[in-house]
């Protein structure tokens, strides 16, 4: 083996281990970078209406601010709402009991069995407040660790809107000149992909969010425009996450009425869950990105099993990716 062929294994050794080693390093940060490059797509629109007046800087700053600001409170003013609730919860068990007795009597369960499930109340709660003591460290790791991937968030939105296109144009630059538009062109037809994914995303969040005024006006809940905002966040992510507002939500009406909270469960499944989720978000999202509704709703779902709260961005990237491809030399073809 000559000179020359041992500095270019000892040069790809390197980069190798460079890349290991800064994946390594960024894996913790891993879910706020994945999220700070779909709000850049979600943010680029209004970049683009503002670059021309202000510039690139501050249409950057301006669309990212316009972006994270209200998420970030809503996000946070709802985590202290659900915090406040959960203490209430745990220092009122006397009334929780009252509640829960109430609630039986009106189902038509007898007297006998009540006791009986009243005695496992102090238990059950003793429980949850030894699980919540042991935890506190924990939850207060993972806290600022949520925290600390929510600023990096809006870091990485802001400097992929300042740098992104041209870190795109200097890339294209170490390429042969003779290849550079052919590769511009697929570069360009992968951001549009990515585009229509995650801005037709925030599209049907915003639907879900306005639907649910009315929704939680006519079941009288308090909190009406805290909640909805909160529905708006977690159909950002999409499948499952409405039910982490609407399943504490029926829960709050079952301690007034449980034929109220049921009916609330079953038009708040079909109106706010399976309607958007099943049918509205495949075919507009596919609509917008051009990928298949079946390899969307797949990809978002597997995403979630595999990789959590980036794998619920990244999957549907890839797919985003390889329908990219696809569509770019399904297009070359037909030229």
């Not at 800064?22 to 209406?49: E, H, Q, W």
């Not at 929780?96 to 009597?105: D, P, R, T, Y």
């Not at 585009?195 to 006519?218: E, K, Y």
């Amino acid at each position: 083996m000559n000179d020359e062929a041992k500095w270019a294994i000892a040069l790809l050794a390197g980069v190798l281990t460079i890349v290991a080693l800064t994946f390594y390093f960024f894996l913790p940060l891993l879910d706020g970078i994945v999220m700070g490059i779909v709000f850049s797509y979600v943010a680029k629109p209004v970049k683009k209406r503002l670059e021309k007046k202000v510039g690139r800087i501050f249409s950057s700053a301006i669309a990212t601010f316009v972006i994270m600001i209200p998420i970030f409170f809503l996000m946070f003013y709802g985590i202290f709402q659900g915090v406040n609730q959960a203490i209430y919860i745990l220092t009122h068990q006397s009334e929780l009991e009252a509640n829960i007795v109430e609630i039986l009597k009106d189902a038509g369960i007898s007297e006998e069995y009540i006791q009986r499930i009243l005695e496992y109340i102090p238990s059950l709660v003793a429980i949850i407040k030894s699980r919540f003591e042991l935890s506190a460290f924990d939850v207060t790791k993972r806290f600022i660790m949520f925290l600390m991937n929510f600023v990096i968030s809006a870091i990485v939105c802001y400097y992929a809107l300042v740098d992104g296109e041209r870190f795109i144009e200097n890339t294209l630059k170490l390429l042969p000149e003779n290849r550079r538009e052919e590769f511009g062109k697929f570069v360009k037809e992968i951001d549009e992909t990515f585009l229509g994914l995650w801005f037709g995303n925030f599209v049907v969040a915003m639907m879900i969010g306005f639907t649910s005024i009315p929704f939680f006006m006519f079941f009288k809940i308090p909190l009406t425009p805290l909640l909805s905002g909160l529905m708006f966040l977690a159909a950002l992510i999409p499948i499952f996450a409405e039910w982490m507002i609407i399943l504490p939500v029926a829960f709050y009406l079952a301690t007034k009425s449980v034929t109220t909270a049921i009916w609330f469960l079953i038009f708040g499944v079909i109106f706010l869950y399976i309607i958007p989720e099943i049918i509205v978000r495949p075919y507009f999202v596919g609509y917008t990105s051009k990928i298949h509704p079946l390899v969307l709703m797949l990809a978002f779902i597997g995403g979630a099993v595999v990789g959590g709260i980036a794998g619920f961005f990244i999957a549907p990237m890839i797919a985003g990716l390889i329908t990219a491809v696809y569509n770019y030399y399904l297009r070359l073809n037909q030229t």
